[in-house]
């Protein structure tokens, strides 16, 4: 349904070079189509950022909580783009 947002973690295995976690989030757009955005979420805030949000929304490390601005700059109207 339009304004779902799936917030996903994923453990990487410990014998690969990338340990740690790897972040995604799923967004259904209003016309239906979904937004995917994975780990490193340096481009989506910086759209966020372009688009005059506080400064306080976009405080906090990590990308959990990167994960959480951008679903709530998305609910409120806020354009965020795939990076390309």
């Known amino acids: ?5 799936l917030f996903e ?4 295995h410990h014998w690969r070079t990338e340990r740690g976690w ?3 989030i799923r ?8 937004l995917l ?7 989506a ?3 966020l950022k372009a688009q005059d949000v506080t400064p306080k ?6 990308d959990m909580s990167a994960m959480v601005r951008i679903a709530h700059g998305v609910c409120v109207g806020l ?4 990076p390309e």
Do not use: R, W
């Open 1 to 5: 349904m339009p304004g779902d947002v």
């Open 9 to 12: 973690g994923k453990a990487n």
């Open 22 to 24: 790897t972040y995604s």
């Open 27 to 34: 967004i259904v757009m209003n016309h239906g189509k979904q």
């Open 37 to 43: 955005l994975e780990s490193c979420f340096i481009a």
């Open 45 to 47: 805030k910086a759209t």
């Open 57 to 62: 929304m976009l405080k906090g490390p990590g």
């Open 79 to 82: 354009k965020v783009t795939i």
